[in-house]
């Protein structure tokens, strides 16, 4: 059975920094392309940046380009999403999802992913 398990949210200042890190368990973690999703009430789940299986190639939103940054630790099945001069708007509950593709047009979509997490809330105050 896979487990996809998000950890590390919480209420961060404007401007500061936040690490989320999500395990995964039950599936061969090096193969499967790794992505991190958010989400606020009323509005679509929105890609907000993905690890390649292969390579470990790195695509970003353009919201949090330069900001945030994603890395995976294949021994530990774990990949992190660390926040910094993290911004209001960065305020959602945060997703980890784990997929096969390796394609850059679909790893950002939601829908090619095959695990997801619970989500994490990330509060930011201003």
């Known amino acids: 059975q896979v487990q996809v398990v998000e950890s590390g949210g919480g209420l961060v200042q404007a401007g500061g920094s936040l690490r989320l890190s999500c395990a995964a368990h039950?599936?061969?973690?090096?193969?499967?392309?790794m992505g991190w999703f958010r989400q606020t009430p009323g509005k679509e789940r929105e890609f907000v940046a993905a690890?390649?299986?292969?390579?470990?190639?790195?695509y970003y939103a353009d919201s949090v380009k330069g900001r945030f940054t994603i890395s995976r630790d294949n021994a530990k099945n774990t990949v992190y999403l660390q926040m910094n001069n993290v911004k209001a708007e960065d305020t959602a509950i945060y997703y980890c999802?784990?997929?096969?593709?390796?394609?850059?047009?679909?790893?950002?979509?939601?829908?090619?992913?095959?695990?997801w997490g619970q989500g994490t809330q990330v509060t930011v105050s201003s």
């Open positions: 039950g599936l061969t973690f090096s193969i499967y392309t």
């Open positions: 690890i390649s299986r292969s390579v470990g190639r790195e």
């Open positions: 999802a784990a997929g096969p593709q390796t394609s850059p047009t679909l790893i950002t979509r939601g829908p090619s992913y095959l695990y």
